[in-house]
Structures are given as C-alpha cells and as structure tokens.
C-alpha cells in the first residue's frame, strides 16, 4: 500500500519504519526539517532498538520523508501520530491534533477519490470523529463513512521494545466508521495479523479510543499496587521480590508487572492516566482509585530519598544518580522518576553528578536550568561520591565492582543485578 504517516516521534519514525519494513511505500510527512533531513540521509532521530537499521536500509527507496503536506494526498492511507501532550489540568491538549487535522484536510482537497485516515495518536473518546473528522471534512469537503474513511488504531509500542512491539504485537485493535476503512487495516496488518499470536479486535471508533486509556491505566494501577505492596513488604523487613514472584504465578494475575520500585513514567502511563482523570471529572464522576494510582506512584521518589538519608546526611553531600531516562533501551526522559529523584536531593542540598548511556544529551537539551554535573561513566559518577541511587535498571549498572566499592553507600529503586556484599551499604526500596 501507499501509505503517509503524520509526525515523526516515537511512534511515528517506528510505525513508519516498521511499515516499510512490509513491504508498503511510506512516507513520513513531519514539519521539523531537521527530522526530514535526519530520515532522509538514513538515520534514526531516536534511539530505539532495531530502528536505525530499518532507517538505514529503507530510506530512499521505500521510505521518504518531507515537511510538505500534499504528499498525502498522493497515498491511499494516511496515519495520525501527533502528540497530545498534557495540559495544566491534567486534559490533553489537541491543539497539534487539530492543527495537523486543517493541513491533512487542506491536502485532501485536491485528491480525487476516496482516502483512509487512521487515528494512532491517544485521544479521548469522540475526538476521532468529533474533532478530527469534523476538521477533516471541513477542509477537504469529502464526507465521513462515503469518500474519508477514519480508523481509530490505537497504538501499544513500549519505548526501547517499539520495533518488535509493532512487528510481534499481542492484539492490533481497529475502530473503523466504515467497513472500507476497516478492511484497509487488515490489508496494512495482513503480515503482522497472519502470526497466530496476533489477536484482531475490530470495534466502534470510541470503544478503540477508549481500549488504549484502560490498558494503560490498568498497568499504572497494577504497578502502583505492587509499590505499595513493596512498601508495606519493607516496612516488615520482607522482600517484595520474594513475595511478589509467588504472586505471580497466580494466573489471574501472571508475572508481567510485578517489579516493585520507583514506579512508572515516560509518555505514556501518567499523560494517559491523568487524561482519563480529567476526562472522567468532566463527566461528573471522581476516579479516586485512579487518583491513589497517582499517589503512590508520586510518592516513591521521596522515599527512595529518605532511604538514602538514613545513610548519608544530603546537605552538601555529592550524590551520584545512575539513571536518566523512564526506563532501560531509550532515551526517552518524559516524566523520567530520575528527574524527580534529582529534584528531591537538591532540594535536600545535595550537590548531584549523573551519569546515563544514551538519555545525557536530552536532559541537557530538555532542563539547560537543572543543577547537576554530568559524568561521562559510571566510574566517573561513582568518583568521590558520598552515596549512589539507581534510578534507571540499565544492565551496566549491574557491575559496580571496581575499586574501592565497598565504601559504597547505594540505594537501589530498579532492583539491579549487584553483589550487595561489595557495598558498605545496599538499601533496596521496596527489599
């Protein structure tokens, strides 16, 4: 198929590249020229396993990209990946949506024929078909469900697994207007939907807006749960791991996400938990099992701290964080746990060094303001430090062993692979 995929973020450099990786023409339409130019010379604008190759051995030939929005009207399907970033009150800000929606609409104006658009971006209930078909139709005067199409397919990528996730997905979930539309996803997915392990879920439009909020919210709330089962754990000196992984082998609960510790972050769980906050308090009714997830989640960064004030007295103390990013295989620092981490110690007094292996130069860029030194290595992160906390479960992270490791004062909020006996102190968060 001829497909145009609008944004390239995470998931749209990811589903672009993915697509092409099937064997469908793509192009990537993005308004940030530095982003097209990157593409374009064949390199990956994020880190993501498994995505530069694609890039590398695509770009020219099956995959293309430009600023300009009338390449859209030259494909048979066209992919929404724009943000829908969160507002001060927690709602999500559609302004990139609607904006992408008039220039999408402007191009389609002058296609003859009919044309699909699939919704990936992450948005409330009525927003495919309220907002961006009412846009849609507006601008480009086709009408819905006759010659415009639009297809909620609400996207699950993980960041540092968004490849194989897209490739090897557990469910594709279309929400289709129109039998058109939904058979022009089952042709887009045929070789991902041909694995038995695939599961294909066709649904109304809003029932698929709504499938990506409860499975996120879902996974915030199962690993909220568990923290607070890992706190009360160390509390009574137990270990949360011990217990949690008898927990799991109970089917109705299964092993998948069940680590306790600093809780969750990214792009994802707190923008879409917090939307579906928003939205439901517009509705008239208080999530307040929803509004506990947050709770325990917020709170585990001050823990980790006080943990570490048991052990070392923070003003004026040099405190090494090994970690910046939300999680392991990305340099995605979005609502990093890290960051709160930094927050608190400085606010404590700490004078903070940290060290990462990919996410250092998006801090820099992101927070120029921050007051902390960087090192360009654990070792040099670890030197003359009065204490370490690891915010990030990166595997190197799993060898500290090297000199003078046993005046080492660590505590640990991902549950590394480390040999406590090195340390002169090893205080896990929720062990």
């Not at 409860?214 to 949360?240: I, M, P, Q, T, W």
């Amino acid at each position: 198929m001829h497909v145009s995929i609008v944004g390239s973020g995470y998931v749209g450099t990811t589903v672009a590249a993915c697509l092409a990786d099937l064997g469908h023409e793509v192009v990537n339409v993005e308004i940030d020229e530095g982003i097209v130019e990157t593409i374009t010379a064949g390199e990956s604008p994020i880190h993501e396993d498994g995505l530069a190759e694609r890039i590398a051995e695509h770009a020219g030939t099956r995959l293309r990209a430009t600023t300009d929005y009338g390449a859209t009207a030259e494909t048979d399907l066209t992919v929404f990946c724009l943000p829908t970033p969160q507002a001060d009150d927690g709602s999500l800000d559609l302004a990139i949506v609607k904006a992408g929606a008039e220039s999408l609409g402007d191009a389609l104006a002058a296609k003859d024929g009919e044309h699909v658009v699939v919704v990936k971006s992450t948005v409330l209930p009525g927003t495919t078909e309220d907002v961006v078909g009412s846009i849609l139709e507006d601008r480009s005067g086709k009408r819905v469900g006759e010659d415009l199409h639009l297809v909620m397919n609400p996207e699950f990528l993980r960041m540092g697994t968004a490849v194989s996730d897209f490739l090897e997905p557990d469910k594709v979930v279309v929400g289709a207007s129109s039998e058109p539309g939904a058979a022009a996803l089952r042709e887009l997915y045929a070789p991902i939907l041909d694995r038995p392990e695939t599961a294909l879920v066709e649904t109304d439009v809003r029932e698929a807006e709504l499938i990506k909020y409860a499975n996120n919210a879902f996974l915030a709330a199962k690993v909220s749960l568990v923290n607070e089962l890992g706190n009360v754990a160390k509390e009574y000196g137990a270990d949360a791991y011990e217990v949690l992984d008898a927990v799991g082998l109970d089917d109705r609960v299964s092993e998948r996400f069940l680590r306790s510790g600093l809780g969750w972050g990214g792009s994802c769980f707190p923008k879409d938990v917090n939307a579906l906050r928003a939205g439901a308090r517009e509705r008239g009714y208080e999530p307040a099992l929803l509004d506990a997830v947050v709770a325990v989640n917020d709170e585990q960064p001050r823990r980790l701290v006080a943990l570490l004030a048991d052990h070392v007295a923070l003003d004026g103390a040099r405190i090494a964080v090994l970690g910046l990013s939300f999680k392991p295989g990305t340099d995605d620092i979005r609502k990093s746990r890290a960051l709160d981490v930094i927050g608190e110690l400085v606010d404590r007094g700490a004078d903070v060094v940290a060290y990462d292996p990919v996410a250092t130069a998006n801090v820099r860029e992101e927070y120029p303001d921050l007051d902390v030194e960087y090192a360009d290595s654990v070792a040099g992160a670890l030197a003359h430090a009065d204490g370490a906390v690891i915010a990030t479960d990166w595997p190197e992270f799993d060898d500290l062993s090297f000199a003078d490791m046993r005046r080492r004062i660590v505590v640990d909020g991902r549950r590394i692979d480390v040999d406590e006996d090195e340390l002169a102190v090893y205080e896990g968060l929720t062990w």
